[in-house]
């Protein structure tokens, strides 16, 4: 991205690093031939006709009927020459990450729920606005509870258009993690000391399991076998053929089942 000038900048920050290999993850032979461009001699990836001729080793191209994951874990096994043991994703909070996670729980006392009502494809996602009498339901059954709402700076102003009554009902019990928070770290801190998680399938539901969070996850029947959460917890996965055609007392309901059996 940024036009040629930025792309060859690009280039020659990797060639300075003089890697000795590279696997390339994306199967568009663009990435393949970008790695020969800055220099890098060996290069795996997945077989196809357009960048087979660049690759110095490749496995099997990726397929719909496994896990993504599964699906780097083979390329990984052809660069090591040996098999690799089933990949999940785990994460952990660093030391300050940490202290500004009491920080936030003095606060905002605990337990908290935390909800991420967004993701990267908006046709593809459940409504923030279904999400809204989620939560409604949410702050009305649970009211020890406090939740939280995830989302980035740019996600603000519709999240907050959208829960804008709510907030108002609700000043202390439903939180806005981007006004409490600095930078990609803290928002994952919220979400690692939160009791239960629930969203679409997005980037802070994959941190959520990773984490360990027990996570309710929200995505398509055609996605679930490529790229459903996988780590420390496995997630309470509700799927439909099109997510809008879920209702909140269908997602409510399995909240309630999948909360009381975590």
């Not at 996670?101 to 409504?127: D, I, V």
């Not at 509700?238 to 809008?244: D, M, P, Y």
């Given at each position: 991205k940024?036009?040629?000038?930025?792309?060859?900048?690009?280039?020659?920050?990797i060639?300075?690093?003089g890697f000795a290999q590279a696997a390339v993850l994306h199967t568009d032979w663009r990435k393949s031939l970008a790695c020969k461009l800055a220099g890098i001699p060996r290069l795996y990836g997945f077989k196809q006709k357009k960048?087979?001729?660049?690759?110095?080793?490749?496995?099997?191209?990726p397929s719909q009927n496994e896990h993504l994951l599964d699906t780097y874990r083979r390329l990984?096994?052809?660069?090591?020459?040996?098999?690799?043991?089933?990949?999940?994703?785990r994460l952990e909070l660093k030391a300050k990450?940490?202290?500004?996670?009491?920080?936030?729980?003095?606060?905002?006392?605990?337990?908290?729920?935390?909800?991420?009502?967004?993701?990267?494809?908006?046709?593809?996602?459940?409504?923030p606005e279904q999400f809204a009498q989620l939560a409604e339901r949410i702050l009305g059954g649970f009211p020890k509870h406090t939740l939280w709402l995830t989302g980035?700076?740019?996600?603000?102003?519709?999240?907050?258009?959208?829960?804008?009554r709510l907030r108002a009902q609700y000043p202390e019990k439903l939180l806005y993690s981007w006004r409490e928070t600095t930078g990609l770290w803290q928002t994952l801190a919220v979400i690692a000391g939160a009791e239960f998680f629930a969203g679409n399938d997005s980037g802070p539901l994959?941190?959520?399991?990773?984490?360990?969070?027990?996570?309710?996850?929200?995505?398509?029947?055609?996605?679930?076998?490529q790229f459903a959460a996988r780590g420390q917890t496995t997630p309470h996965i509700?799927?439909?053929?099109?997510?809008?055609a879920l209702s909140p007392e269908e997602v409510w309901t399995e909240f309630l089942n999948s909360h009381n059996g975590r």
């Open positions: 940024g036009g040629l000038r930025a792309f060859c900048g690009a280039l020659r920050a060639r300075r690093e960048s087979g001729a660049l690759l110095s080793q490749s496995a099997q191209q990984a096994e052809t660069i090591c020459g040996r098999q690799i043991p089933k990949l999940s994703c990450h940490l202290e500004f996670l009491k920080t936030l729980e003095s606060k905002h006392p605990k337990p908290w729920f935390a909800l991420h009502p967004s993701a990267g494809n908006e046709k593809s996602s459940w409504p980035s700076p740019a996600e603000a102003p519709r999240l907050e258009k959208t829960f804008g994959h941190a959520a399991c990773a984490f360990g969070v027990p996570a309710l996850e929200l995505i398509e029947e055609r996605k679930i076998t509700v799927s439909r053929k099109t997510l809008a």
